[in-house]
T-cell receptor, first 113, second 112 residues
Framework: DQQVKQNSPSLSVQEGRISILNCDYT??????FLWYKKYPAEGPTFLISISSIKDKNEDGRFTVFLNKSAKHLSLHIVPSQPGDSAVYFCAAAFMNRDDKIIFGKGTRLHILP | DAGVTQSPTHLIKTRGQQVTLRCSPISGHKSVSWYQQVLGQGPQFIFQ???????GRGNFPDRFSARQFPNYSSELNVNALLLGDSALYLC???????????FGEGSWLTVV
């Protein structure tokens, strides 16, 4: 069963516009969420995280929003740049437990010139 | 500072063989995790080690095993390789008690 779902396999956005990547989860016990970015032939790179006690976390051009009642989070990238073209993975975990992190299947973001 | 380093970066094995993958964590990180990523999927958790003890195990057969050494480096072993074991194997490290993990570049395993 897919506990973390990224329902859009790909997304194309014009350079300079906002990119919005979405993620849904099924386990209400998750209390920590992360986004990773992956280029081909490289390992995933940590982007930003959010704990369940917050509904928003911002780091430069990246903002993650969490809607616990809807079990939904989103990553906003503003403005989108060519280097943002990559696969983005949403992930969920249990805070302060040394345990596994569960990843979605990823969304491929294409930034168009 | 050096990130997570993995070796080898690429390897080809035949069915039935055994493989050992190696990982050195970020300096100061005591927790190491292993993930498998197949094409079109997100990373899937295999093992987590902290202070040389197994802290978590994913849904993988007993052919998969791992260990962590006193210097916190780690090895992942896979026995009796199957074609379906072909994947990118990712090692990640984290400081104790923190959920954010940092990945290495991965080891690409092809089983033929």
């Amino acid at each position: 069963d897919q506990q973390v779902k990224q329902n859009s396999p790909s997304l194309s956005v014009q350079e300079g516009r906002i990119s919005i990547l979405n993620c849904d989860y099924t386990n209400s016990m998750f209390d920590y969420f992360l986004w990773y970015k992956k280029y081909p032939a490289e390992g995933p790179t940590f982007l930003i995280s959010i704990s369940s006690i917050k509904d928003k976390n911002e780091d430069g051009r990246f903002t993650v929003f969490l809607n616990k009642s809807a079990k939904h989070l989103s990553l906003h990238i503003v403005p989108s740049q060519p280097g943002d073209s990559a696969v983005y993975f949403c992930a969920a975990a249990f805070m302060n437990r040394d345990d596994k992190i569960i990843f979605g299947k990823g969304t491929r973001l294409h930034i168009l010139p | 500072d050096a990130g997570v380093t993995q070796s080898p970066t690429h390897l080809i094995k035949t069915r039935g063989q055994q493989v050992t993958l190696r990982c050195s964590p970020i300096s100061g990180h005591k927790s190491v995790s292993w993930y498998q990523q197949v094409l079109g999927q997100g990373p899937q958790f295999i093992f987590q080690y902290y202070e040389k003890e197994e802290r978590g195990r994913g849904n993988f057969p007993d052919r998969f095993s791992a260990r962590q050494f006193p210097n916190y480096s780690s090895e992942l072993n896979v026995n009796a390789l199957l074609l379906g074991d072909s994947a990118l194997y990712l090692c990640a490290s984290s400081p104790a008690g923190r959920n954010t993990i940092y990945f290495g570049e991965g080891s690409w395993l092809t089983v033929v």
